[in-house]
């Protein structure tokens, strides 16, 4: 079983950057495929950023240039830092883990694991 805290949400204005993190507990996050998903109300939740166990990455293309996803295993801590934010990722963030962790996908079925989410609000 695993714990997921997100943290690091927060209102900006667009252009700017934020770094969003997610702390695991209850079990060593590095066997995990891990991601970020984000979903704003009426819509389903969209696969943003993904990293398997080899630390292979997966954008959405959206993202893609702006967004780096990356993992400190000593620290069982998941990172998104978003730069160049635009009003469209205004939205709810959520970290996910998935038992299978060889591989990462952007289809949030893959995933068993999930936090509660933080809020980003881009406005322009």
């Known amino acids: 079983q695993v714990q997921l805290v997100e943290s690091g949400g927060g209102s900006v204005q667009s252009g700017g950057s934020l770094r969003l993190s997610c702390a695991a507990s209850g079990a060593t996050s590095s066997t995990y495929a891990m991601g970020w998903f984000r979903q704003v109300p009426g819509k389903g939740r969209e696969g943003v950023a993904v990293i398997d166990t080899n630390e292979r990455t997966l954008y959405a293309y959206s993202v893609k240039g702006r967004f780096t996803i990356s993992r400190d295993n000593a620290k069982n801590t998941l990172y998104l830092d978003m730069d160049s934010l635009k009003p469209e990722d205004t939205a709810m963030y959520f970290c996910?883990?998935?038992?299978?962790?060889?591989?990462?996908?952007?289809?949030?079925?893959?995933?068993?694991?999930w936090g509660q989410g933080t809020q980003v609000t881009v406005s322009s």
């Open positions: 996910a883990a998935g038992r299978r962790g060889e591989v990462a996908y952007l289809a949030s079925g893959w995933y068993d694991y």
